[in-house]
């Protein structure tokens, strides 16, 4: 495939936000001018398109375009939820901050809710914060989208947590302002005021909010957030939804909304921890400056676009191979190589074996609410042991491994098992983070020695080393998610801009599958749900048990398959039979080549 630089080119940067440009579609939905090419760039193309993707998040708002990240009211709604905070963090008695989501989403919620609970036991303070995730704890670590379709879980697992309390701030994160699961909760806490105070997180203007009806439930997401608009006049719910443009992989909410989530998060429960413990007062000045310095973790970060795309092509080598890429880390930064690696099931297709994340110290350091789960099987198993045992005895070069530190980290400890793993391959990289104070540990030069490419990131000594910390979390989030994008697009795993081989295990998947072969075949949706449908039960006609069960139905059986749109795709476009269609794919796994071999 040539993989030319084309799509570096920038010029259309706001083409997005006029009326005309995908005007059914909300933004967290629609394609990225930016990327319309990606599928066919080089490493380094890639990076850099990503980067200019990530910068759209940092975009002043104008008088036509919807609010920004930096954008008054944003900042003004951030400094009121941070009060709140504040008011919890100072009288924590009976009362809570819960955050919660569904997949990236909830993986956020528990990322941050455990790290700022820590924060408070260093100060021997009550711990306010709970963490919810649709599915529960196994979907911090898999993909599991089936709960997010269901508002009454959502709800159970809210009043559980809740039990006793007298004061909660419930924070519900869906970057597109869709997800049933959240929707049952906003809607709890609005038939409750005496006791919780709603905000909602996410990533679209309220208008684009989904308006599907949710099976029993008398609202939608888009009612729940009317409500919320209303009654955010009186500060008694929240709204916190600016827009960061389209993702580069369209509708890939652990990008942007993953990143923009973290940011907007983190600025709000810090400004209360100062507040609350150091008696700073929260201020707009203050939650502007520290949202401006997040701008500067992206340039930090991604002025390491040589190193990005060493990474990139080291895992997209192996993924194309069918070889594996695993993420060794140390501390928080270890739980978002966990993160990233979970997602690559439902985005890309994948097989948990391809990108795997493990973590030092395993669940004894993850602070999740079910402890172990390692009985759940392989997939579970996540400290460095179970990796020297199941993982290590087989790797070859063909296999990428990259290890995740900083200096604060235990760099002997990172040595050492740098040198276990040069013994198998020699296809070992770092990601290492430390200020321009620190002196070099003697190890750091060993463990460089051993890695074929280092990526050293350099960051200005900070004001605080809670924050230099969640600048970590940052950059390494969009440095992996840049590999694991990366990689699978090297590997075929997208189609211009699009999740070609995405799962269809939930409504929102289901929709996004019917549309986008919609998109790339030009046929009527009719047509497009039949072929997904056929892909999905891998039959050449529907039978009227098929055709009248309902999408929940549907979605269950396409959990236990896999190549669902690739599959109904070639069908649409040849004409062909299933089998056909399948002994196709085979033979050329890259999905754009198979159509267009077909074709011409
Ligand atoms: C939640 C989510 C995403 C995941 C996939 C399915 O989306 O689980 O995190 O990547 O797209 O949906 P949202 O509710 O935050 O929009």
């Given at each position: 495939?040539?993989?030319?630089?084309?799509?570096?080119?920038?010029?259309?940067m706001?083409?997005?936000?006029?009326?005309?440009?995908?005007?059914?579609?909300?933004?967290?939905?629609?394609?990225?001018?930016?990327?319309?090419?990606?599928?066919?760039?080089?490493?380094?193309?890639?990076?850099?398109?990503?980067?200019?993707?990530?910068a759209?998040?940092?975009?002043?708002?104008?008088?036509?375009?919807?609010?920004?990240?930096?954008?008054?009211?944003?900042?003004?709604?951030?400094?009121?939820?941070?009060?709140?905070?504040?008011?919890?963090?100072?009288?924590?008695?009976?009362?809570?901050?819960?955050?919660?989501?569904?997949?990236?989403?909830?993986?956020?919620?528990?990322?941050?809710?455990?790290?700022?609970?820590?924060?408070?036991?260093?100060?021997?303070?009550?711990?306010?914060?709970?963490?919810?995730?649709?599915?529960?704890?196994?979907?911090?670590?898999?993909?599991?989208?089936?709960?997010?379709?269901?508002?009454?879980?959502?709800?159970?697992?809210?009043?559980?947590?809740?039990?006793?309390?007298?004061?909660?701030?419930?924070?519900?994160?869906?970057?597109?302002?869709?997800?049933?699961?959240?929707?049952?909760?906003?809607?709890?806490?609005?038939?409750?005021?005496?006791?919780?105070?709603?905000?909602?997180?996410?990533?679209?203007?309220?208008?684009?909010?989904?308006?599907?009806?949710?099976?029993?439930c008398?609202?939608?997401?888009?009612?729940?957030?009317?409500?919320?608009?209303?009654?955010?006049?009186?500060?008694?719910?929240?709204l916190?939804?600016?827009?960061?443009?389209?993702?580069?992989?369209?509708?890939?909410?652990?990008?942007?909304?993953?990143?923009?989530?973290?940011?907007?998060?983190?600025?709000?429960?810090?400004?209360?921890?100062?507040?609350?413990?150091?008696?700073?007062?929260?201020?707009?000045?203050?939650?502007?400056?520290?949202?401006?310095?997040y701008?500067?973790?992206?340039?930090?970060?991604?002025?390491?676009?040589?190193?990005?795309?060493?990474?990139?092509?080291?895992?997209?080598?192996?993924?194309?191979?069918?070889?594996?890429?695993?993420?060794?880390?140390?501390?928080?930064?270890?739980?978002?190589?966990?993160?990233d690696?979970s997602?690559?099931?439902?985005?890309?297709?994948?097989?948990?074996?391809?990108?795997r994340?493990?973590?030092?110290?395993?669940?004894?350091?993850?602070?999740?609410?079910?402890?172990?789960?390692?009985?759940?099987?392989?997939?579970?198993?996540?400290?460095?042991?179970?990796?020297?045992?199941?993982?290590?005895?087989?790797?070859?070069?063909?296999?990428?491994?990259?290890?995740?530190?900083?200096?604060?980290?235990?760099?002997?400890?990172?040595?050492?098992?740098?040198?276990?793993?040069?013994?198998?391959?020699?296809?070992?990289?770092?990601?290492?983070?430390?200020?321009?104070?620190?002196?070099?540990?003697?190890?750091?030069?060993?463990?460089?020695?051993?890695?074929?490419s280092?990526?050293?990131?350099?960051?200005?000594t900070?004001?605080s080393?809670?924050?230099?910390?969640?600048?970590?979390?940052?950059?390494?989030?969009?440095l992996?998610?840049a590999?694991?994008?990366g990689?699978?697009?090297?590997?075929?795993?997208?189609?211009?801009?699009?999740?070609?081989?995405?799962?269809?295990?939930?409504?929102?998947?289901?929709?996004?599958?019917?549309?986008?072969?919609?998109?790339?075949?030009?046929?009527?949706?009719?047509?497009?749900?039949?072929?997904?449908?056929?892909?999905?039960y891998?039959?050449?006609?529907?039978?009227?048990?098929?055709?009248s069960?309902?999408?929940?139905?549907?979605?269950?059986?396409a959990?236990k398959?896999?190549?669902?749109?690739?599959?109904?795709?070639?069908?649409?476009?040849?004409?062909?039979?299933?089998?056909?269609?399948?002994?196709?794919?085979?033979?050329?796994?890259?999905?754009?080549?198979?159509?267009?071999?077909?074709?011409?």
């Amino acid at each position: 495939m040539d993989r030319s630089d084309q799509t570096c080119g920038f010029s259309t940067m706001c083409e997005w936000e006029s009326p005309d440009y995908e005007p059914t579609l909300p933004v967290s939905e629609k394609s990225n001018p930016l990327t319309r090419n990606i599928d066919r760039a080089s490493a380094d193309c890639i990076v850099r398109t990503l980067q200019a993707c990530d910068a759209q998040m940092f975009q002043e708002q104008t008088e036509a375009s919807h609010q920004k990240l930096l954008s008054d009211q944003v900042v003004k709604t951030l400094m009121e939820v941070a009060k709140r905070v504040e008011i919890i963090l100072k009288d924590p008695q009976d009362s809570l901050v819960v955050l919660s989501g569904c997949g990236t989403s909830g993986r956020l919620a528990f990322l941050m809710a455990t790290s700022f609970n820590r924060e408070l036991r260093k100060l021997n303070r009550s711990l306010v914060y709970s963490y919810i995730i649709a599915g529960g704890d196994r979907a911090l670590l898999s993909s599991q989208e089936a709960p997010e379709d269901d508002p009454r879980s959502g709800v159970l697992s809210l009043k559980k947590v809740c039990e006793g309390k007298k004061q909660v701030l419930f924070i519900g994160i869906s970057c597109g302002l869709s997800a049933p699961f959240v929707a049952g909760q906003l809607d709890f806490c609005l038939q409750h005021p005496e006791v919780y105070t709603p905000v909602v997180v996410g990533f679209n203007p309220a208008h684009q909010a989904k308006d599907e009806p949710i099976p029993g439930c008398t609202f939608t997401f888009h009612s729940v957030v009317q409500r919320m608009q209303e009654l955010s006049k009186s500060q008694v719910a929240f709204l916190i939804n600016p827009t960061v443009g389209p993702e580069a992989i369209s509708g890939s909410s652990r990008m942007k909304g993953g990143s923009a989530t973290k940011i907007l998060l983190d600025v709000v429960l810090s400004a209360a921890h100062a507040a609350a413990c150091t008696n700073t007062p929260v201020t707009y000045e203050g939650i502007l400056q520290h949202m401006r310095a997040y701008d500067k973790t992206l340039d930090i970060t991604y002025a390491k676009t040589e190193g990005m795309t060493a990474l990139v092509e080291a895992a997209g080598r192996s993924l194309r191979c069918g070889s594996r890429v695993c993420y060794l880390g140390w501390g928080s930064l270890a739980v978002l190589g966990l993160i990233d690696a979970s997602e690559c099931d439902p985005t890309f297709g994948a097989d948990y074996e391809d990108v795997r994340g493990f973590m030092s110290g395993g669940y004894r350091n993850l602070s999740n609410n079910e402890g172990p789960l390692t009985s759940l099987g392989p997939q579970f198993c996540i400290s460095h042991e179970d990796f020297l045992r199941s993982v290590l005895p087989y790797l070859s070069d063909q296999d990428t491994i990259l290890l995740i530190f900083t200096r604060s980290d235990d760099v002997t400890e990172v040595a050492k098992l740098a040198r276990r793993v040069r013994e198998k391959t020699s296809n070992l990289h770092a990601v290492y983070h430390h200020t321009d104070g620190d002196t070099a540990a003697a190890e750091q030069g060993d463990i460089s020695n051993l890695c074929l490419s280092t990526l050293n990131v350099t960051w200005p000594t900070p004001a605080s080393r809670s924050f230099l910390l969640m600048q970590w979390e940052l950059s390494t989030k969009l440095l992996l998610n840049a590999v694991s994008t990366g990689a699978h697009i090297l590997k075929g795993k997208v189609y211009r801009n699009h999740m070609i081989d995405v799962q269809v295990t939930n409504s929102k998947l289901y929709r996004r599958a019917t549309r986008l072969l919609q998109k790339l075949s030009a046929h009527p949706e009719s047509k497009c749900e039949e072929a997904l449908l056929r892909a999905i039960y891998r039959v050449d006609k529907l039978t009227q048990d098929i055709t009248s069960s309902d999408m929940t139905a549907h979605t269950l059986t396409a959990r236990k398959r896999t190549k669902v749109v690739p599959l109904a795709l070639v069908v649409l476009l040849t004409g062909c039979a299933l089998s056909e269609a399948e002994s196709h794919l085979e033979q050329q796994p890259i999905v754009r080549e198979a159509v267009e071999a077909w074709l011409s």
